[in-house]
């Protein structure tokens, strides 16, 4: 049975660049999916086919079970979207803009203030909830989007690079948000700059490169693709490196690397902390003056370079660039004073 959020074969082009090139997704309910990629992967032209922004070319998409093709006000219905650009009104308070999201999904006045309320409160927008938003910071205005994404407390989410411009404590109280709302069985497929926040949030993550997914798994198995254990070494004397790595060959299971600039060694191993004991006992008995040792696991950034040739990084799309991401909430919010911004490849 499909999961809540779920896709199959998408395709995209825009001119002759083909920006989704079947795309398959399947995002259990109550979970988190992590989407990394590359400059011009098609991250966000996955969310907003999903949000029913785009129309695809081919392929299918449901969300909440439903018909994203066939039935998207249904599907808008069913989910809150915080794309990459904060789509508040900036001549409203942060109060009316929560508000007048609550009254577009038909809440009752009276329900859609108590909301507001409670979701100021926890973003940290209580103090200016009566100031008109084109006077706060970006980062209060990206946290006033978020809050709207929330009011209304849908079934499945969709965030796109959700903490850019926080600050770290803004950055953990949105996590922390996150989280409750997973535990409480919300879905949740978010893109992100920031390769620890998929590795702290996302169940599973997905890394998509030239418009296809290329790999998925849990962080762990993603890291474990990558190759597994590794110890480093950097010793004290320059001269010491012909002897460590002698040390290192010994116990490695391939290659052993050396940095001569920066003295230091690495090497893939097998064993854990149980032969970072034995290693470091062989160097110290061979009188070698150790500055720093360690048992190191690949990184979600190591698994980005092994998988797409490059480290991660802010990409057009990420950066907001043309066609980038659409605001929170319904799909009303993009219309009226918003015009749809034109469609470039991502």
């Not at 789509?87 to 108590?114: C, H, I, P, S």
């Not at 965030?159 to 948000?177: F, H, I, K, S, Y």
């Not at 980005?304 to 799309?317: C, M, P, Q, Y």
Request: glycine share 12%; with cysteine; charged share 25%.
């Amino acid at each position: 049975m499909p999961g809540a959020i779920y896709a199959e074969g998408l395709v995209k082009t825009f001119g002759d660049v083909r920006a989704l090139d079947g795309v398959d997704l399947d995002v259990p309910e109550g979970t988190v999916l992590g989407l990394l990629g590359p400059n011009g992967a098609g991250k966000t032209t996955t969310v907003r086919v999903l949000t029913t922004l785009l129309q695809p070319d081919s392929g299918k998409a449901e969300v909440a079970g439903i018909d994203v093709l066939k039935h998207p006000n249904e599907v808008r219905r069913a989910i809150g979207l915080s794309g990459q650009f904060a789509a508040v009104d900036e001549y409203l308070t942060g109060r009316e803009n929560l508000e007048m999201v609550g009254r577009l999904y038909q809440m009752r006045a009276r329900a859609a203030k108590a909301r507001a309320g409670e979701l100021l409160e926890r973003f940290n927008l209580a103090d200016a909830a009566d100031r008109t938003a084109k006077t706060y910071s970006g980062g209060m205005r990206r946290r006033l989007d978020l809050a709207a994404a929330l009011v209304v407390r849908p079934p499945v989410m969709f965030m796109d690079e959700p903490t850019t411009g926080l600050d770290p404590r803004n950055r953990q109280a949105l996590w922390e948000v996150i989280q409750e709302l997973v535990a409480g069985g919300t879905t949740l497929l978010l893109t992100t700059q920031y390769l620890e926040e998929a590795d702290h949030l996302a169940h599973d993550i997905c890394v998509v490169d030239h418009g296809r997914v290329i790999a998925r798994g849990t962080s762990d198995q993603l890291k474990a693709q990558t190759g597994g254990e590794r110890v480093e070494v950097v010793v004290h004397d320059p001269a010491h490196i012909p002897a460590a790595r002698e040390v290192l060959a010994a116990f490695g299971k391939g290659e052993t690397t050396v940095e001569e600039h920066t003295r230091k060694l690495t090497v893939p191993v097998a064993g854990g902390a149980r032969l970072l004991a034995e290693v470091i006992r062989e160097l110290d008995g061979r009188g070698m003056e150790i500055d720093d040792i360690g048992l190191r696991r690949p990184t979600l950034d190591d698994v980005f370079i092994s998988l797409t040739g490059h480290a991660a990084a802010l990409t057009e799309e990420e950066n907001g660039g043309p066609g980038a991401g659409a605001g929170a909430g319904p799909a009303d919010r993009s219309k009226g004073g918003r015009k749809a911004r034109k469609e470039t490849v991502k």
